[in-house]
Each structure stands twice: as C-alpha cells, then as structure tokens.
C-alpha cells in the first residue's frame, strides 16, 4: 500500500544561525507537527552559499543541548567544533557528524579553518533528533561518521543512495541510534522513478534539498518538505535531473515534546532544571 502525502511546505526564505550558517528552516518543533515527525525535531538546510575567505571563522559560538542529538551532515564546505566532554574535531564534505547531547554539553560549530582561509561554497544540513525519555540523561557522546563508512547504494541507474542510518536491501548504515531510524541521502544526475519500501506504522518525511520530485502525479520543488502518513509502506518518487534529497524515517517516540531554544524535554520543570544547570556550568564549558 502507498504510503499518502498529509501534509507539505516549502521554504524558500532564509535566515542567519549565527554568521555562519544561512539556512532554510526545513522543521520546526511544533504542538501541530511533532507526532507526526518524532523522533525528529528540527531540521536546517544551509543551502549552497558562496563565503569570501576570511581570516576569523564563521559560525556559532558556545551553546549548550540537552535531552536530544544534532546531526550534521556537510555537503561542501567544512565544520569545526569543540564540546565540553574535551571532544572536537572537522566534518569534510560527504561526513556526518552525530552527535547525542543527552544530559548536556556546551559546544561550538564554526567553519574550519582551512576553508575560511580560502572561502568557498558552503552547503550543510543539521538535522535534530529526539530522544526517549528513558535516554534523555544518558551521556553526551559523538559518533564521527567518515564519507567512506557510509554505504552507497544504485538505486537505479540514475539514483544513489547512501544509507547514513538503518537497514536496506541487506545493508546497515554506520550510526547508531536509540531508536529506530533510517536515514537516506539521495543523489541523482538524470531523472528517474525510485521506488521505496518502508515499515508500517513509522514516520516518514523527504527532504527536497536540490531539484524536484513527482508524487502522484503531484509536483514539489526544491526546499520543499514532504510529510508521509504513517499507514503504507510504499513511495514511488520521479526524481528530476540534479536531484539531491534526505528521507527520514523512523518509529515515533509517543511522548510529550517541550522544546526551549536548545533544550528538547518532556517538561516544563524540565526545561526549567536544564536552564539553571547550564546557568549553574553543569553542562561542562569551553575553554
Ligand atoms: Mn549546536
């Protein structure tokens, strides 16, 4: 059974995240939307965006997560971040960075060096992840997944798809999760027609990162977000030339999501508890 499209946007508009990312606000946490995106949260995309060389790096100072993980993806261009757990280190294009904030850090995200000294074309995606309230406390960690551990899958003859997270046709993306989530990052010259199975019962969103797809027989462009319903397991896609774009999916976390700024919990009390230990420095700090 195909799976019906319920509900869709598209986001042509920008904004600045810091001075470094200029990006599309793909998701959003929402009282309207979360049981139908959970366990994502969020999602930016810092489309293509051409960054004269510049002697200081660009990006976001310290800042502190607590109950949820950031996942970056990079595209072109480079990150370089620091946390307060001592970890750090560059993600290079076709690298995901991911990133469980659980019981909190303090990090910062900055282009690197290396390519603020040349400058460049920039483009990255970070996507928000939830947790369940059972691991919203676990300990922050990182998982620094390289471009070549990531499978790459044909599709078709036109469409490549690298599996990030999950299972598909007998291959295992590298992340790790604590729940189950699949994470597709599809990439097609020439257009084509893609057909996808996924399991019942789960949610599902595409991403249109760059060029356009057909769902029966309706048409969505670029920068357009694409809300599957849970009943279904079947999407077929008609892929446009140049065509670039994430599929996530995963099983929803049936609890309440209270998001503040960079704090995702289930409470209000909580988000409270999370303000006053990271005002009281118990997330760690930068040096
Ligand atoms: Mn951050």
Redesign the pocket.
């Known amino acids: 059974m195909i799976k019906k499209v319920i509900l869709t946007h598209t986001k042509s508009l920008k904004h600045w995240v810091g001075n470094g990312f200029h990006v599309h606000g793909l998701l959003r946490p929402s009282g309207e939307i979360n049981n139908i995106i959970s366990p994502f949260i969020m999602m930016d995309y810092a489309s293509p965006k051409e960054f004269l060389k510049s002697d200081i790096p660009k990006g976001?100072g310290k800042?502190p997560?607590r109950g949820f993980e950031?996942v970056t993806f990079a595209y072109q261009g480079e990150v370089q971040h620091r946390d307060s757990s001592g970890g750090g280190g560059t993600i290079k294009p076709g690298d995901v960075q991911w990133?469980t904030a659980g019981s909190g850090i303090v990090?910062?995200?900055f282009h690197s060096e290396s390519f603020s000294s040349k400058g460049g074309l920039f483009e990255m995606v970070?996507l928000w992840v939830n947790l369940p309230k059972k691991y919203k406390m676990t300990s922050p960690k990182y998982q620094s997944i390289k471009k070549s551990d990531i499978p790459n899958i044909n599709l078709t003859d036109e469409i490549d798809m690298r599996l990030i997270a999950g299972e598909y046709l007998n291959q295992s993306g590298p992340a790790a999760t604590f729940t189950k989530i699949n994470i597709m990052d599809f990439h097609g010259e020439k257009k084509s027609t893609v057909s996808l199975s996924l399991e019942e019962n789960t949610n599902t969103i595409l991403l249109v990162l760059s060029g356009s797809v057909k769902i029966e027989g309706q048409f969505y462009r670029d920068k357009s977000v694409i809300i599957f319903d849970q009943i279904g397991t079947n999407l077929n896609l008609e892929t446009s030339d140049n065509f670039k774009a994430l599929l996530l999916n995963g099983e929803p976390i049936n609890e309440p999501v209270v998001s503040y700024g960079?704090f995702v919990m289930n409470t209000k009390q909580e988000i409270e508890e999370a303000i006053s230990d990271y005002q009281n420095g118990k997330m760690g700090n930068l040096l």
Do not use: S
Request: glycine content about 0%; aromatic content about 0%; charged content about 20%.
């Open positions: 976001v800042h997560h950031t990133m990090h910062d995200e970070q960079p």
